[in-house]
C-alpha cells in the first residue's frame, strides 16, 4: 500500500486543529487552577479562540490567496504550531489570552 503524504499531513493538522479547538472544554478546570482564574473566566479563552477563527479565516485567505496554496498551509501551520507552543508556556491568565 502506497501512503499519500499530502493526505496523511492535511490529516494531521486536521487533528490538530481540532484538538486544540474541543480539548479545552473538557480541561477548563485544570486549565483554570494552572492560570489561577475562574472556571467561567478561563471559558472565555475558547470564546477568544473562536473569535480568532471567525476573523481570521476569512482574513488569512483573502491575504494569502494570490500564494501557492501548499505555501500558505506550511506558513499557517507553522503560526499555529507557534501559537500553540507559546500557550503552553504561559505563565499566567493575561499571557495566555
Do not use: Q
Request: aromatic share 8%; net charge positive.
Amino acid at each position: 500500500m502506497k501512503i499519500n503524504f499530502p493526505l496523511l499531513a492535511l490529516a494531521i493538522g486536521a487533528f490538530g486543529i481540532g484538538t486544540t479547538e474541543f480539548s479545552p472544554m473538557g480541561l477548563l478546570p485544570v486549565i483554570a487552577k494552572g492560570v489561577d482564574v475562574s472556571i467561567p473566566v478561563a471559558g472565555m479563552l475558547i470564546s477568544a479562540y473562536a473569535i480568532g477563527v471567525m476573523v481570521g479565516a476569512p482574513l488569512m485567505t483573502l491575504l494569502l490567496s494570490h500564494r501557492a496554496r501548499r505555501n500558505a498551509l506550511i506558513f499557517l501551520m507553522g503560526i499555529f504550531t507557534v501559537g500553540n507552543l507559546l500557550s503552553s508556556i504561559a505563565p499566567d491568565y493575561t499571557t495566555f489570552v
